[in-house]
C-alpha cells in the first residue's frame, strides 16, 4: 500500500510563495510518474503539475506555467511543488498523487492520494 502525505501549506498574501513536499511510502517510488492536483471550493478537482520516473519530463496546467515548478527527489521518495507568484485564483486544498504509469503526464490514470494540504492566498 502506498501513502502519500503532503505538507507545507498555509496562508501566504498574494505575490509570495509557498513550496509543498509530497513524502511517500514504498518501494516503488521512482518506477512512476508523480503529480499535484487542487480543488477549490465548489470547483472540480483540477490537474495541476505532473514529473514523470527520473524528472525528464515535466507537465503544467496553463493557469500555474512560468509559476510553479515541480520536482522530485528519488532518494528521498518526494515530490515537490514550488509556488511562486501566487494569486487569490491559486487557493485551494493541494494534493500529491501517483500515476499509474512512469509519464505523470495529465492524461495518465492516478491510482494512489494524499489526504491534501491548505493553501490559502490572501490580498
Known amino acids: 500500500q502506498v501513502q502519500l502525505v503532503e505538507s507545507g501549506g498555509g496562508l501566504v498574501q498574494a505575490g509570495g510563495s509557498l513550496r509543498l513536499s509530497c513524502a511517500s511510502s514504498g518501494r516503488a517510488f521512482s518506477f512512476y510518474g508523480m503529480g499535484w492536483f487542487r480543488q477549490a471550493p465548489g470547483k472540480e478537482r483540477e490537474f495541476v503539475a505532473g514529473?514523470?520516473?527520473?524528472?525528464?519530463?515535466?507537465y503544467y496546467a496553463d493557469s500555474v506555467k512560468g509559476r510553479f515548478t515541480i520536482s522530485r527527489d528519488n532518494a528521498k521518495n518526494t515530490v515537490y511543488l514550488q509556488m511562486n507568484s501566487l494569486k487569490l485564483e491559486d487557493t485551494a486544498t493541494y494534493y500529491c498523487a501517483r500515476s499509474d504509469d512512469l509519464s505523470g503526464a495529465p492524461t495518465s490514470s492516478w491510482r494512489y492520494w494524499g489526504q491534501g494540504t491548505q493553501v490559502t492566498v490572501s490580498s
Open positions: 514529473i514523470s520516473r527520473l524528472a525528464m519530463s515535466t
